[in-house]
């Protein structure tokens, strides 16, 4: 794990050097691990190009991830190992009780199998397009629906996730979320619940997030966090 980490610290610090881009910059990292050994980790950054900003115009989006986890193939577990960086050019947009947005990008995956899986072509180095679309209504002044959505088209992996939160008397917000994710050779299902919003301080934001992974092998318990702040 070493290397990986040392992999997302370079990509922080790319990250948080800020270049000429518009005000209103957005850095955003987390974590999330399974009882089962599964593990995800993430670094990334939105920069809203010259006359846009993040809830109006074109955002570049920077992100880097970590990835493993396991999957039966006959009578073998196999380990797999995913490495991504990926740049994306998106359009965001907002109104009085809503956001979203929509990207289109490349990603460059580095993904190791042991054992090797002859069943599974998706091992090695690889370029590919991804699409990515996100937003939030707000249905009343205390409840709010989120959508995010990815799906990677070489390997035909996909990532969904809808919470439905509610406010809290601090301002937080917490409910229930559901995800989905998978690719040509796995597919899982958490369900969990999700608090976020949590202030750590004037500009980082905390969210927090545990519940139970679902998928072909077994039943396992997640947890996660996600930390986020303008810059």
């Known amino acids: 794990m070493h290397k990986q980490f040392k992999f997302l610290l ?3 610090f790319f990250s948080l050097s800020k270049p000429g881009y518009a005000d209103g910059n957005l850095f955003l990292t987390g974590a999330e ?3 089962d050994s599964a593990t995800y980790l993430y670094v990334g950054t939105a920069l809203p190009l010259p006359g846009s900003n993040l809830g109006d115009g074109f955002v570049l989006h920077l992100w880097a991830d970590y990835q493993t986890y396991s999957y039966a193939a006959g009578v073998i577990d196999i380990d797999a190992e995913i490495k991504g960086l990926s740049a994306a050019l998106g359009y965001h947009g907002s109104g009085e009780d809503n956001w979203w947005d929509v990207r289109l990008g490349v990603i460059r995956s580095d993904i190791s199998l042991s054992p090797n899986d002859p069943g599974n072509d998706s091992a090695g180095t690889d370029t590919s397009l991804k699409y990515q679309m996100e937003g939030e ?8 629906m989120l959508g995010n959505f990815e799906y990677i088209f070489d390997r035909s ?3 969904t996730r809808a919470r ?3 406010r809290n008397d601090d301002n937080t917000y917490d409910g229930p979320e559901i995800i989905y ?3 040509d050779s796995y597919s899982a299902w958490q369900l969990g619940w999700a608090l976020t919003e949590m202030p750590l301080s004037k500009q980082w934001s905390m969210g927090l997030k545990a519940g139970l992974r679902f998928d072909e092998n077994d039943t396992a318990v997640y947890a996660g966090i996600e930390l986020s702040t303008p810059y």
């Open 33 to 35: 691990v399974t009882s």
């Open 181 to 183: 994710q998978g690719d």
């Open 164 to 166: 439905f939160l509610s």
């Open 157 to 159: 992996a996909h990532w």
């Open 137 to 144: 209504k707000r249905l009343s002044a205390d409840f709010k």
């Open 10 to 12: 370079l990509v922080c």
